[in-house]
């Protein structure tokens, strides 16, 4: 057991039901989940450690992960990640005085997968990330994990591990050179300089930049959109493009194919193909 589940588990003895991610996040302290009070099918989770601007320390990171397996397990069908209003953050990095204490075997056993990084990678519903604040060094790498970014346009984002004297450990090095190409990666990581969320948007470390009185109308319009369609075709659709960084061309494609083929099981492909002939709204299963 990894220390960041060993440690701060204020959720651990809840009982995760599943299918209520809003009864887990209530033994939550520092995570709150709030599902279809923006758009229908929609989960918000909040993350909410104001006194340190959301860093990422144990406690917080067993509550997200016991959060995500509830929303796993549920009817929810997208995600959307955000930092509270209060903490003033998305999230402002790592807990710093956590990895002072920590030598290299602890360090390895805290490392140990799946985090938190790789629950919101994993995930089957989409992850939006709606990054109203700093996101910095784990912050910017949690971000990295979502599957698509919209920023406020008065965040920060950046790697400043280096002038700790470390480098990002939470996958920086390696999403973050297929979201913005090997050289803007380098400059980031190397630097460890911030940029605002416009240059993000330049470079292609956030999707989407909003002012402040825009920023969430987009956010749930984006995250509304998605719900609408089949829960199936969008976690098949999701894994396909994860696949497009982790294979070749040639097994990409196939894996694809082979994805697109298991859609005709679905009753949902027979509803939406009806629904489209019969110019209604279809009514998806999930099934």
């Not at 651990?12 to 923006?38: F, L, S």
């Not at 050289?183 to 460890?192: H, N, P, T």
Request: include cysteine; proline fraction near 5%.
């Amino acid at each position: 057991m990894s220390d960041e589940d060993a440690e701060g588990t204020a959720s651990a003895d809840a009982d995760p039901t599943p299918g209520a991610p809003e009864q887990v996040a209530a033994e939550c302290e520092t995570v709150d989940v709030a599902v279809g009070d923006r758009a229908e099918g929609v989960a918000t989770v909040t993350l909410s450690r104001p006194d340190a601007r959301n860093a990422l320390n144990a406690q917080l990171r067993a509550e997200l992960k016991d959060v995500l397996d509830a929303i796993e397990a549920s009817d929810v069908r997208v995600v959307v990640l955000t930092g509270s209003e209060e903490s003033g953050a998305f999230v402002a990095g790592a807990d710093v005085t956590e990895l002072r204490e920590r030598g290299p075997f602890e360090q390895r056993e805290a490392s140990a997968r799946p985090r938190v990084y790789e629950y919101v990678d994993d995930l089957r519903q989409p992850v939006v990330g709606a990054i109203n604040g700093h996101a910095l060094g784990g912050g910017c790498e949690l971000a990295q994990a979502c599957d698509t970014r919209i920023a406020r346009e008065d965040a920060k984002l950046g790697q400043p591990e280096i002038n700790l004297g470390i480098m990002p450990g939470g996958g920086g090095t390696q999403r973050l050179p297929r979201l913005v190409g090997e050289g803007q990666a380098m400059r980031l990581i190397l630097s460890g300089e911030l940029i605002d969320a416009e240059e993000a948007g330049d470079i292609g470390l956030v999707d989407e930049v909003h002012p402040e009185g825009e920023f969430e109308e987009r956010v749930y319009d984006l995250a509304g959109s998605m719900a609408d369609k089949s829960p199936l075709a969008l976690e098949f659709a999701k894994k396909s493009v994860k696949a497009s960084s982790r294979m070749d061309l040639d097994d990409g494609i196939e894996y694809e194919a082979e994805l697109f083929a298991q859609l005709f099981a679905s009753e949902d492909k027979n509803e939406g193909i009806d629904a489209f002939f019969e110019d209604r709204e279809p009514e998806w299963s999930g099934e």
